[in-house]
């Protein structure tokens, strides 16, 4: 009675059933049905804005009625090239290389105790402190420190207390890097950039320590090799595809971000408030368009040689 019952349900597979033996049946179909979501995602809203930005630069803003010409042209790459332009561009590459070489010479020691010596408890714990900051307002961690660096702010006073005010003005006294305080300095902002960017460069080198084998380390000690030998032929070359990865986020964040230049610093235009200023402020959507290529330009020239630096591998 049972088996004469269940046959007729085991002859007839719920659609459910007959769409997935289909699909076992067909792995290419399968694939496509699930990579059609994520790639026309990436192909329509990141590619073809991407696409329609470009486009945009090559029209061009009539001085005259303030209205965007959509001719093609170079007219507006024309202006993009000016003096003024090169200065805002020479100034955000400095800075983001001086972002990232900074980032990694801090970040490294403390990747290697993280991954060498701290026990798990404490590992937890570091891993723990270095993304905590990620986990709070981005603004709120920018205007802290705007009032951290300000005249009357901690640091001045602690600086003050430790009878080093002379140190400090005469730092902030250098016409490249000075101001009138950290907060409306050069130097101010570097601090503030490399502070909000840290967590990206100590957790690729931290990863790329961990991947190291200590039979390595371990047979260099045994040949004879000492301790900064071994680092410097044995764990500097392996880990530093790790520090490459990590300089590609330090430097592309910096190299785009325009919030901090707006808050900390001298207001001097970066490529990014500069992108903000044209397309806000001012209304020159082709122009903003044509300065957003630059880091474009500049990233993919990183990328290929982080790329051959074997970065791509240590992410």
Same mark, same amino acid.
């Given at each position: 009675?049972?088996?004469?019952?269940?046959?007729?349900?085991?002859?007839?597979?719920?659609?459910?059933?007959?769409?997935?033996?289909?699909?076992?049946?067909?792995?290419?179909?399968?694939?496509?049905?699930?990579?059609? *979501?994520?790639?026309? @995602?990436?192909?329509?809203?990141?590619?073809?804005?991407?696409?329609?930005?470009?486009?945009?630069?090559?029209?061009?803003?009539? +001085?005259?009625?303030?209205?965007?010409?959509?001719?093609? !042209?170079? /007219?507006?790459?024309?202006?993009?090239? =000016?003096?003024?332009? &090169?200065?805002?561009?020479?100034?955000?590459?400095?800075?983001?290389?001086?972002? =990232?070489?900074?980032?990694?010479? $801090?970040?490294?020691?403390?990747?290697?105790?993280?991954?060498?010596?701290?026990?798990?408890?404490?590992? %937890?714990?570091?891993?723990?402190?270095?993304?905590?900051?990620? @986990?709070?307002?981005?603004? $709120?961690?920018?205007?802290? @420190?705007?009032?951290?660096? %300000?005249?009357?702010?901690?640091?001045?006073?602690?600086?003050?207390?430790?009878?080093?005010?002379?140190?400090? /003005?005469?730092?902030?006294?250098? *016409?490249?890097?000075? +101001?009138?305080?950290?907060?409306?300095?050069?130097?101010?902002?570097?601090?503030?950039?490399?502070? $909000?960017?840290?967590?990206?460069?100590?957790?690729? $080198?931290?990863?790329?320590?961990?991947?190291? *084998?200590?039979?390595?380390?371990?047979?260099?000690?045994?040949?004879?090799?000492?301790?900064?030998?071994?680092?410097?032929?044995?764990?500097?070359?392996?880990? &530093?595809?790790?520090?490459?990865?990590?300089?590609?986020?330090?430097?592309?964040? =910096?190299?785009?971000?325009?919030?901090? *230049?707006?808050?900390? !610093?001298?207001?001097?235009?970066?490529? +990014?408030?500069?992108?903000?200023?044209?397309? !806000?402020?001012?209304? /020159?959507?082709?122009?903003?368009?044509?300065? =957003?290529?630059?880091?474009?330009?500049?990233?993919?020239?990183?990328?290929?040689?982080?790329?051959?630096?074997?970065?791509?591998?240590?992410?």
């Amino acid at each position: 009675m049972t088996t004469a019952s269940m046959t007729p349900a085991a002859s007839h597979p719920s659609a459910e059933r007959r769409l997935s033996t289909f699909l076992y049946r067909r792995p290419v179909l399968s694939l496509l049905l699930l990579l059609i *979501p994520p790639l026309l @995602w990436l192909g329509i809203l990141y590619i073809g804005s991407l696409l329609a930005m470009l486009i945009q630069s090559f029209y061009r803003l009539d +001085g005259f009625t303030g209205r965007v010409v959509r001719e093609f !042209g170079l /007219n507006t790459y024309g202006d993009l090239f =000016t003096q003024a332009h &090169f200065d805002i561009m020479g100034r955000t590459a400095l800075m983001a290389a001086a972002v =990232t070489i900074a980032g990694a010479f $801090v970040a490294f020691p403390i990747a290697y105790y993280m991954a060498r010596y701290a026990g798990r408890r404490t590992r %937890a714990f570091l891993y723990l402190a270095v993304l905590l900051p990620l @986990w709070s307002s981005y603004l $709120v961690r920018v205007y802290a @420190w705007k009032f951290i660096l %300000a005249k009357e702010g901690v640091f001045n006073w602690f600086i003050s207390q430790i009878g080093l005010q002379g140190v400090l /003005n005469a730092v902030l006294d250098f *016409p490249l890097i000075g +101001g009138e305080s950290l907060s409306v300095s050069p130097l101010g902002l570097f601090l503030v950039f490399l502070y $909000v960017w840290l967590p990206y460069m100590i957790l690729p $080198v931290a990863a790329a320590l961990e991947r190291v *084998p200590r039979s390595l380390l371990e047979a260099s000690g045994d040949l004879g090799a000492r301790p900064e030998a071994t680092f410097q032929h044995v764990t500097l070359p392996l880990v &530093f595809p790790g520090v490459v990865a990590g300089s590609i986020f330090t430097f592309s964040l =910096t190299l785009g971000d325009f919030i901090i *230049p707006t808050i900390i !610093g001298d207001s001097s235009p970066f490529i +990014g408030l500069a992108v903000y200023q044209y397309q !806000g402020t001012a209304g /020159n959507v082709p122009l903003a368009a044509a300065f =957003t290529i630059v880091p474009m330009v500049i990233m993919a020239a990183y990328l290929i040689i982080a790329k051959r630096l074997g970065a791509f591998d240590a992410l």
